[in-house]
């Protein structure tokens, strides 16, 4: 109902009581708003009830405001612009401490991912990625930075990594031009979902590969192509999206994998910390 929720309250509108006419035309024009009011807020703002506004979400399906109040929350946050995205944070976050809410809002968004994300899709992950013939990893935008650091480490690990360029989209589909059947791509998407990031996974989906997405919802674009999903919250904080939950799903396939490769993985740091030290790669601390 994400998509088409306002497109249910206009078609319905003329069915609801005068109280819920309030809120469905409240909601039409200032939805970006609505969607982070608590049902007695938004009722106060309209001038009816609290107990209005929850017969209002019932009427219009859902099992309750909250889960109304999640729906026009994944519309603002797929749909808005950047400037509009500024606007509606600025009006969440008010008057009160700016880290203490941007922090309470990553520990809600890892408190979810731990309680959301199936560890049977973890499991069934790593052992894709540890049968895969080459790993092509796809992450751009605010991605890209996860994506990286998630190449960094898979890098120590196997020999057969590919990290796309987030270059141009032709150049991109030329780094994958060999991806095949037995390849597995991790595809990281968020919200604002790119189009590039999708696009790669349908060609690799189409090549035969594994697909395996890091996103925010299994119903995501991204989450529909892949074989396997790995749930990662993903909360709105001003024109950034929080990346905490995701990196610490990241961190959980690094450390699933490496756990799996343990005696490969020690050779292989054994001969980095010789080379480091050799090369004076870090800073020596008395």
Not at 83 to 96: H, L, P, S, T, Y
Not at 109 to 121: C, F, N, Q, V
Request: charge should be neutral; charged fraction near 20%.
């Amino acid at each position: 109902m994400v998509s088409d929720i306002l497109t249910t309250i206009q078609n319905q509108i003329h069915t609801f009581s005068k109280g819920q006419k309030l809120i469905a035309n409240y909601i039409l024009e200032s939805y970006d708003k609505a969607a982070f009011m608590t049902a007695s807020k938004l009722g106060k703002t309209v001038n009816v009830s609290e107990s209005t506004v929850v017969r209002f979400a019932a009427e219009l399906g859902f099992d309750g405001y909250p889960s109304m109040q999640k729906t026009l929350q994944e519309l603002v946050r797929n749909k808005l612009t950047s400037v509009q995205r500024i606007e509606v944070a600025n009006d969440r976050i008010g008057n009160q401490d700016v880290v203490a809410t941007v922090l309470q809002s990553d520990i809600n968004a890892i408190r979810m991912t731990s309680e959301s994300l199936d560890r049977r899709e973890m499991a069934a992950s790593v052992d894709a990625i540890l049968q895969a013939k080459h790993i092509y990893i796809v992450g751009v935008r605010s991605s890209a930075a996860i994506a990286s650091y998630l190449n960094f480490y898979f890098r120590n690990i196997f020999q057969n990594v590919c990290l796309v360029n987030p270059a141009a989209t032709s150049e991109m589909f030329e780094q994958m031009l060999r991806v095949t059947r037995g390849d597995v791509i991790i595809g990281i998407s968020l919200p604002r979902y790119s189009s590039s990031t999708v696009k790669l996974m349908q060609y690799a989906r189409a090549s035969g590969a594994v697909v395996i997405a890091i996103t925010d919802k299994r119903d995501a674009p991204a989450g529909k192509l892949a074989d396997h999903v790995l749930l990662a919250k993903s909360d709105m904080v001003s024109v950034v999206d929080s990346l905490v939950a995701p990196m610490s799903v990241v961190n959980a396939l690094i450390v699933s994998v490496g756990r799996r490769q343990e005696k490969q993985l020690t050779k292989t740091f054994e001969d980095l910390e010789r080379i480091w030290e050799d090369y004076e790669v870090y800073e020596r601390v008395e």
